[in-house]
């Protein structure tokens, strides 16, 4: 267990703090890790199972989806969004006293999954309609917003409040919000690319078919993104966090 920061941190401090949530959080938050990579396995495989040619169409080839498999993908969605609250639950919970059991954690994200998919969509659209006028407003309203996604869950505040509360946490931290997730999503990026790309040049000099290659690639690629997303998930944390000790010594 680690406490919460009780000063505000520096971007190497707060990486710092995200390596020891991360660490500290990994046995509680694993099953939702593992539960995360199953699902996501799932769905690969049943790309493969309903249309096992599909890395051989074309780019410009129409999609067609069939009944099965939209009520297969929807049940997968829905286990996803109660995955996602309850990893990020067991993930605070780790930082503020000694980890939530499973099952606490599951009927938690049970509890947050319809408040964070409401969050989900306003965000999007308030993003979206912030986009149409040149980008820009989008962009600020994008990460104005982004701590919502941890508030909703770690906190007990309804829909237009978390997204009220978020705004005012990054009112006046705005471009170090921003340059943090850039950090760290350009971080991201470069490890998934250097494993696409890696191992498609290995597989391909290997000779394997188009489609093994395919699948070999996009298993892995969800496995490494499952574990990045949970300290993506310790990462927004502790970014709360800080923002939180900002606020409170501020006002």
């Not at 509890?111 to 149409?132: D, E, Q, T």
């Not at 931290?173 to 790309?197: C, E, G, N, Q």
């Amino acid at each position: 267990m680690i406490s919460i920061p009780q000063q505000p941190q520096s971007v190497v401090e707060i990486l710092e703090t995200t390596g020891r949530i991360w660490a500290s959080s990994f046995k509680s938050a694993f099953p939702f890790l593992l539960s995360m990579i199953v699902v996501l396995m799932a769905r690969v495989a049943m790309v493969f199972v309903v249309n096992p040619n599909f890395a051989l169409k074309p780019a410009n080839s129409p999609i067609v989806i069939s009944p099965v498999d939209l009520i297969c993908s929807i049940i997968l969605w829905i286990l996803l969004l109660i995955i996602v609250p309850a990893m990020i639950y067991s993930i605070h919970k780790s930082v503020i006293n000694y980890g939530a059991s499973f099952s606490a954690a599951f009927f938690m994200g049970c509890r947050k999954a319809f408040p964070l998919l409401l969050v989900c969509i306003l965000y999007s659209l308030i993003v979206l309609v912030g986009s149409i006028f040149l980008i820009i407003p989008g962009l600020i309203a994008a990460i104005y917003f982004l701590p919502s996604y941890f508030v909703v869950v770690v906190q007990d505040k309804g829909i237009i409040e978390t997204l009220r509360y978020s705004a005012n946490l990054v009112s006046g931290h705005w471009w170090r919000v921003a340059w943090l997730y850039a950090l760290i999503t350009t971080i991201f990026v470069m490890i998934i690319s250097v494993i696409v790309f890696g191992l498609s040049f290995i597989l391909f000099y290997l000779s394997f078919s188009q489609t093994v290659v395919v699948g070999i690639v996009m298993c892995l690629s969800l496995i490494v993104s499952s574990f990045l997303t949970q300290y993506l998930y310790a990462f927004g944390l502790a970014i709360l966090y800080d923002l939180e000790i900002r606020k409170s010594t501020s006002s």
